[in-house]
């Protein structure tokens, strides 16, 4: 069993940063491809970002060249740093990992208004 904790979301004003964390228990996470999704209000859920066990990457037409995603292994903890955020950005971020199966955070809300 994973349990996927996110942490990190908050209010921020338009053009900041926030840096989410995703912190994983169990032994599966160092194989796990890992991603962040979103969920506006009244809108499907999407992928964000995510990044394989390998590290390579891959990110939401919308957020490249402003959100990065990382991985700390030895940490069992996968990051999503936000910059210049923009109102549209505003959603829940769930956290998500994938290996044989898949498992789902409860999310962490990011608000980016003035």
């Known amino acids: 069993q994973v349990q996927l904790v996110e942490s990190g979301g908050g209010l921020v004003q338009p053009g900041g940063s926030l840096r989410l964390s995703c912190a994983a228990s169990?032994?599966?996470?160092?194989?796990?491809?890992m991603g962040w999704h979103r969920q506006a209000p009244g809108n499907q859920r999407v992928l964000v970002a995510a990044?394989?066990?390998?590290?390579?990457?891959n990110y939401a037409d919308s957020v490249k060249g402003r959100f990065t995603i990382s991985r700390d292994n030895a940490k069992n903890t996968v990051y999503l740093q936000m910059n210049s955020l923009k109102p549209e950005d505003t959603a829940v971020y769930y956290c998500?990992?994938?290996?044989?199966?898949?498992?789902w955070g409860k999310g962490t809300p990011v608000t980016v208004s003035s």
């Open positions: 998500n990992a994938r290996y044989k199966s898949e498992y």
């Open positions: 169990g032994s599966i996470f160092s194989r796990s491809i």
């Open positions: 990044i394989t066990s390998g590290g390579g990457t």
